[in-house]
């Protein structure tokens, strides 16, 4: 083989070896393929599945969002070897003891021969031990009774993990999600905020971004387009078009709106080196993903800002 030759391979090899041990390039779009960022107390919740996203999302890879705690007491389980009844019906310390009394009295009578309310009921006959069997009964039942219907009337308070609208979880102390009313002027926005980032992005316009996303999204957004840099590569998007989307849900807590929309667009998007050379993707062939993007506000005002993207399930 030529010197010459030789040569060309082996820069070719240098070349490709950043794209070999970073093989998400291909997916070098703002967000990187990956699902990050915070939807509230519906970040571990997962979406519903729409239209546009009929499959829903991949939970969260990045997010800064801490994992809910479960509530002491709340679900835990039965001891070992304990069975569904033991689950479904918890034991009555105050009744275990009061029956055990009064069975336990009556028998330790009976076996001395001096019945559950002394001689003078006849305890030594067959007739009188039958009665007192009766009486315990009858005593037994009403108690019971008795104690189920004090805890029916002190028992209304609302359950633990309380479900908000499709799932979400309701934090404790937080406003339970109600539902947002989304506009047509807000659909806009979203489109427009779908091209803006992917516009700075391409641009590594950093500064940009800040007015668009949460600290947490920009925090991202920096160290991929930091990563990129490290290898010597440059995304660009261009050409972004919106295909179509549709609301996925909306909800307010804690004085913020949130909307999850899911977004379907194309583009062109390549990666370079820093001569400009195309390394990855066709500047001639459009590529299409659909998203799951979440924006938030403040409730009722404000700009909308993005505080996650989240990836559909490839089928």
Same mark, same amino acid.
């Given at each position: 083989?030529?010197?010459?030759?030789?040569?060309?391979?082996?820069?070719?090899?240098?070349?490709?070896?950043?794209?070999?041990?970073?093989?998400?390039?291909?997916?070098?779009?703002?967000?990187?393929?990956?699902?990050?960022?915070?939807?509230?107390?519906?970040?571990?919740?997962?979406?519903?599945?729409?239209?546009?996203?009929?499959?829903?999302?991949?939970? +969260? $890879?990045?997010?800064?969002?801490?994992?809910?705690?479960?509530?002491?007491?709340?679900?835990?389980?039965?001891?070992?070897?304990?069975?569904?009844?033991?689950?479904?019906?918890?034991?009555?310390?105050?009744?275990?003891?009061?029956?055990?009394?009064?069975?336990?009295?009556?028998?330790?009578?009976?076996?001395?021969?001096?019945?559950?309310?002394?001689?003078?009921?006849?305890?030594?006959?067959?007739?009188?031990?039958?009665?007192?069997?009766?009486?315990?009964?009858?005593?037994?039942?009403?108690?019971?009774?008795? +104690?189920?219907?004090?805890?029916? !009337?002190?028992? !209304?308070?609302?359950?633990?993990?309380?479900?908000?609208?499709?799932?979400?979880?309701?934090? $404790?102390?937080?406003?339970?999600?109600?539902?947002?009313?989304?506009?047509?002027?807000?659909?806009?926005?979203?489109?427009?905020?779908?091209?803006?980032?992917?516009?700075?992005?391409?641009?590594? !316009?950093?500064?940009?971004?800040?007015?668009?996303?949460?600290?947490?999204?920009?925090?991202?957004?920096?160290?991929?387009?930091?990563?990129?840099?490290?290898?010597?590569?440059?995304?660009?998007?261009?050409?972004?078009? +919106?295909?179509?989307?549709?609301?996925?849900?909306?909800?307010?807590?804690?004085?913020?709106?949130?909307?999850?929309?899911?977004?379907?667009?194309?583009?062109?998007?390549?990666?370079?080196?820093?001569?400009?050379?195309?390394?990855?993707?066709?500047?001639?062939?459009?590529?299409?993903?659909?998203?799951?993007?979440? +924006?938030?506000?403040?409730?009722?005002?404000?700009?909308?800002?993005?505080?996650?993207? $989240?990836?559909?399930?490839?089928?």
């Amino acid at each position: 083989m030529p010197r010459k030759s030789i040569v060309l391979a082996a820069s070719a090899a240098l070349t490709m070896l950043p794209l070999l041990a970073h093989p998400d390039v291909a997916d070098a779009r703002a967000g990187g393929g990956f699902s990050m960022g915070s939807r509230g107390s519906r970040t571990y919740s997962a979406p519903a599945p729409s239209q546009t996203a009929p499959f829903g999302a991949t939970p +969260f $890879q990045r997010t800064m969002t801490p994992r809910p705690q479960p509530t002491p007491g709340y679900g835990a389980r039965a001891p070992f070897g304990g069975g569904a009844m033991a689950m479904a019906q918890p034991r009555r310390p105050f009744m275990s003891g009061f029956m055990g009394g009064l069975i336990g009295a009556g028998l330790f009578g009976m076996m001395f021969g001096h019945g559950m309310f002394g001689s003078g009921m006849g305890g030594s006959g067959f007739l009188g031990l039958l009665i007192q069997l009766a009486l315990v009964f009858f005593i037994v039942r009403w108690a019971i009774r008795r +104690f189920a219907g004090n805890r029916a !009337n002190g028992g !209304n308070a609302a359950p633990f993990g309380m479900q908000g609208p499709a799932g979400g979880s309701v934090p $404790q102390g937080g406003q339970q999600p109600v539902g947002v009313a989304i506009t047509a002027a807000d659909y806009q926005a979203f489109q427009q905020a779908l091209i803006n980032i992917q516009t700075a992005w391409s641009q590594q !316009n950093v500064v940009a971004m800040q007015h668009m996303a949460t600290p947490e999204m920009v925090s991202y957004f920096s160290s991929q387009l930091n990563d990129l840099a490290s290898r010597g590569a440059r995304n660009v998007v261009s050409d972004i078009r +919106f295909e179509r989307g549709d609301l996925v849900e909306s909800w307010r807590e804690n004085g913020f709106d949130y909307a999850t929309v899911a977004m379907q667009y194309s583009m062109i998007d390549i990666t370079t080196d820093m001569t400009g050379r195309v390394i990855e993707g066709d500047p001639a062939n459009r590529t299409t993903v659909t998203e799951l993007w979440t +924006f938030v506000r403040s409730a009722g005002t404000g700009t909308w800002l993005l505080s996650a993207i $989240q990836q559909t399930p490839r089928r």
